[in-house]
């Protein structure tokens, strides 16, 4: 299934065009740093670090756009980066944990979106919340430095 997902004639365009190859990977980095970095913001301010008087449902209601806009940008251009050598990356076990990681990291960011109209009625932010924002920074980091690593353990990307 990846292998003709591999060869189909727009992915093999995509791989053979630098500029164009070039291109899609700009915009995923810069989308990946603008989606991750707008979650990582509220994260922060459920810590107490950032944004300290502000409400977290104001702060969220800001970011949300901003968050889903650069996802999707990370998704299209992700499915892109893989399509180029989906048969080799789906194989190897670098890449299939970084999915992992970055299933578990939105599933945390989807938790905190849920809990903030409670947190924010709370008359201090709750320790279960500051955990959740601390596990959501963790997994969203582990998910960039998998991601880094993946060329340097399989030679792919």
């Given at each position: ?21 070039g291109?899609v ?125 993946i ?7």
């Amino acid at each position: 299934m990846w292998e003709a997902l591999q060869h189909t004639g727009w992915v093999t365009t995509l791989a053979t065009s630098r500029w164009l190859y070039g291109l899609v990977s700009v915009v995923h980095y810069s989308a990946v740093f603008f989606c991750v970095g707008t979650i990582v913001l509220m994260d922060l301010r459920i810590l107490g670090v950032a944004y300290r008087n502000q409400a977290l449902s104001v702060l969220a209601e800001q970011l949300r756009p901003w968050t889903w806009i650069g996802f999707g940008a990370v998704a299209v251009s992700g499915f892109l980066l893989f399509a180029v050598e989906a048969g080799d990356f789906a194989a190897v076990t670098p890449f299939r944990l970084k999915m992992l990681v970055i299933v578990l990291a939105v599933v945390s960011a989807l938790a905190i979106e849920w809990s903030l109209p409670k947190w924010d009625r709370a008359p201090v932010v709750p320790v279960t919340a500051r955990v959740v924002a601390l596990i959501s920074i963790l997994l969203w980091l582990g998910a960039i430095l998998v991601s880094v690593e993946i060329p340097a353990l399989t030679g792919l990307g």
